[in-house]
């Protein structure tokens, strides 16, 4: 019997061993060195020195990381940082900034960036004004955005040519040339002009930068303004796809990867996608024979109000971190042109000029987008970003599922639901 | 000391040896319990607590969106019942059950009937009839999406070869619900059936003989033997199919992420998207609430119905 009390009392203590969390909370000391813990949003966003030269610069500060998935990076960091066990950084998507913000859960970052620009204006102004706004709320940077991705959109330059069309310089074009492509039988039964995310699983970042191309505008709380000429436009763009069968009779359950699919393997003539992805392209397609990029086009009528939209994954600033100095020094570290410019070059492109004009050399397909991306505005986001992607998921599902019902009722509903979260 | 006492105590020949007697008893009877013990401990260690603090926050305004957490009563609670989208998963989620229990319920006694007549090779179809229970949600999602999609999906395949029009499985309300719900019959079918089968395992040999000898055909056999006999099986079984359902999001959110529209959000894809991608942990919560309401009282049911105690 007293073996079995031991044997359960041993069972209980691994069990409590197990479920003790250990400290891996916000900045510590390890002996003489500040820690410093940082939690990536994607391995890929790891520099691939993995910090060797940052040890060798900075005996004193020791870089601890992880990798929690953008997804559920901000609910972890929230309930961590209730328990004051957050990381010193977390790379979130920008569109939870503010959320981590009002929470008071990120640093207002802004005398540290001030002492920045004093002590080494050189490695600051390499990087675009966007970094610092990316991450901030009511014009204080709580992060720093090092990388950064516009929407483009891609199309098939050899179908286009056997069809006698050019590179659309208009939404209208696109149509015309789905159209087109369709009608003078270059895309056969299973093969589409226009591929989009339409189903529920994918956010509707897609959408929204097409939105954006096309015009749209936020109210300063960052809800789109959708019942409105480019709101109208874009509804009436995916019921027309549905209609004349431009695009997948399954858009409704087709998400990213389906749409990058369909373009790679030869079934789709055009579709919209991150900048990041043309790597992917150039694997699969020859650029110039069979495809190039483009800047999604301006809505008709609505040039002046044309804007490239990016996204971005910026690292925030822990409000209780106790070394924001070290924490700066990581910053400034992960963004120097040495170090981010692998990982820019590999995966994601960068807000680092220096980078993105080697990012440009290196990459044909890159070529021509200079200008433009650095004139790109982030895409705008509410406090209840979560529920405006719902209902944008919403629309989108709605335009695709009912192309016959009138655009302008439809976006005047939706804009009701959206007006409510304010 | 009254003349009683007096004679229970002398008529005790060895008080020591029955001392030992109770004390050997009770170490044996104290056995099972300390080694079921650390399971209790950790169930409820883990779902006690994740139930009671659950409830708990149910009752607060938890929102990770906005700073603050006030006392907000069953204002969560009000709010679900007064919303079209919470009502419709609800509705969804009673559908979803019901088509899941009944078709799951079909084929595991099926299964589990064919498993009893298999003497060969027997134990290798029980394993490979709960190799679906081993596969993971989100490759049982993908493996539907490949076997249902429109242009290359497998059914669209044979359904063209024999001349009939593609059906878009995953892109039609309707269609995405049934196809979720026949994904979630073969991910939660094989546990039933190995329930069920145990069930009839157990059944004495010899009612089945004399039963054939008194000319009782394979029908009756069913219904007046197997059926009554595994009655208290196929409650719990009916509890597992009825429970996983209520439960299941991991196999819905990769395969229609709730769409098209709305028609596959049963409550508990409705219970992750607010808390996980909303961060509105407390409305979350209340839903977790709700869900396990319905699967309190449902099981109540069929415990009452099976008799599955006796």
Not at chain 1, 348 to 369: D, H, L, R, S
Not at chain 2, 189 to 204: E, M, R, Y
Request: proline share 5%.
């Amino acid at each position: 019997m007293k073996k079995w009390f031991l044997f359960t009392g041993f069972i209980v203590l691994l069990l409590l061993v197990a479920c003790g969390g250990g400290d891996e909370g916000a900045s510590g000391s390890d002996g003489d060195q500040t820690v410093v813990n940082v939690w990536f949003g994607r391995e890929q966003f790891i520099p691939a020195d993995q910090f060797e030269r940052f040890h060798a610069d900075n005996p004193d500060i020791k870089v601890e990381w992880d990798v929690v998935p953008l997804e559920q990076a901000v609910a972890d960091y929230l309930r961590n940082h209730n328990t004051g066990n957050a990381p010193d950084v977390v790379q979130i998507f920008h569109e939870y900034s503010q959320t981590l913000a009002v929470q008071g859960a990120a640093l207002n970052m802004s005398e540290y960036y001030e002492k920045w620009k004093e002590e080494d204006p050189d490695s600051y102004n390499k990087l675009l004004p966007q970094a610092f706004e990316i991450p901030s709320y009511e014009g204080d940077p709580y992060g720093l955005a090092i990388h950064a991705a516009p929407f483009w959109m891609a199309y098939r330059t050899d179908w286009f040519e056997e069809a006698g069309i050019e590179k659309p310089e208009t939404w209208d074009d696109v149509l015309d040339a789905a159209r087109t492509l369709k009608n003078e039988g270059i895309l056969a039964n299973n093969q589409y002009g226009y591929a989009l995310p339409g189903d529920r699983t994918t956010v509707p970042l897609w959408f929204s930068s097409m939105f954006m191309s096309m015009g749209g505008q936020y109210t300063d709380s960052g809800l789109p303004i959708v019942d409105s000429d480019a709101g109208r436009y874009i509804v009436e763009f995916y019921q027309t796809l549905v209609r004349e069968g431009l695009t997948s009779p399954e858009v409704l359950s087709w998400d990213s990867g389906d749409m990058r699919g369909s373009f790679m393997s030869g079934n789709a003539a055009m579709l919209p996608e991150g900048f990041n992805m043309f790597a992917q392209f150039q694997n699969e397609l020859d650029f110039g024979t069979e495809w190039e990029g483009m800047v999604q086009p301006p809505r008709p009528g609505g040039e002046a109000d044309f804007r490239v939209n990016m996204f971005s994954w910026p690292m925030i600033v822990n409000s209780d971190t106790e070394h924001p100095e070290a924490v700066l020094k990581v910053l400034q570290y992960l963004s120097d042109a040495e170090i981010v410019e692998e990982v820019a070059i590999r995966y994601q492109p960068t807000t680092n000029i220096e980078v993105m004009e080697k990012y440009y050399e290196v990459n044909e397909w890159a070529q021509g987008f200079q200008d433009d991306f650095a004139s790109g505005v982030v895409l705008p986001s509410h406090l209840r970003q979560p529920e405006v992607y719902e209902l944008m998921t919403d629309l989108k599902q709605e335009a695709l599922s009912n192309p016959d019902r009138d655009p302008a009722e439809m976006v005047a509903e939706f804009q009701a639901k959206l007006d409510e979260l304010d | 000391m009254n003349s009683n006492e007096n004679v229970s105590i002398n008529m005790n020949p060895n008080p020591m040896p029955s001392k030992g007697i109770n004390k050997n008893k009770l170490k044996k009877m104290a056995v099972p319990y300390v080694l079921v013990l650390p399971a209790l401990l950790f169930v409820v260690g883990v779902l006690g607590y994740a139930v009671i603090a659950g409830t708990f926050m149910s009752f607060w305004g938890v929102d990770l969106n906005v700073p603050g957490s006030p006392f907000v009563g069953l204002e969560n609670y009000i709010y679900l019942f007064t919303t079209d989208r919470f009502i419709g998963s609800l509705l969804r989620s009673l559908v979803f059950v019901f088509g899941s229990v009944f078709i799951g319920l079909v084929f595991a006694m099926g299964f589990a009937l064919s498993l009893y007549k298999a003497k060969k090779f027997s134990n290798f179809f029980k394993g490979l009839a709960l190799i679906p229970f081993l596969v993971s949600g989100i490759a049982t999602a993908v493996m539907f999406r490949f076997v249902f999609s429109g242009d290359v999906g497998l059914i669209n395949m044979i359904l063209a070869t024999m001349g009939i029009d593609q059906i878009l499985f995953l892109s039609s309300p309707n269609w995405a619900l049934f196809i979720s719900i026949l994904a979630n019959v073969w991910f939660v079918c094989p546990f039933a059936t190995l329930i069920l089968l145990a069930g009839i395992q157990s059944i004495d040999q010899e009612l089945f003989e004399a039963a054939i000898v008194d000319g009782a055909n394979k029908i009756v056999i069913f219904g007046k033997i197997i059926l009554p006999l595994i009655a208290p099986m196929m409650g719990i079984s009916l509890i597992w199919l009825s429970f996983a359902s209520f439960n299941m999001f991991d196999v819905i959110l990769p395969l229609t992420g709730g769409g098209p529209g709305r028609a596959t959000e049963v409550m508990a894809v409705y219970m992750y998207n607010v808390a996980f991608n909303e961060l509105k942990y407390s409305l979350g919560s209340a839903v977790m609430v709700i869900i396990l309401l319905f699967n309190v009282v449902t099981s109540f049911i069929y415990l009452k119905i099976f008799k599955v105690t006796e």
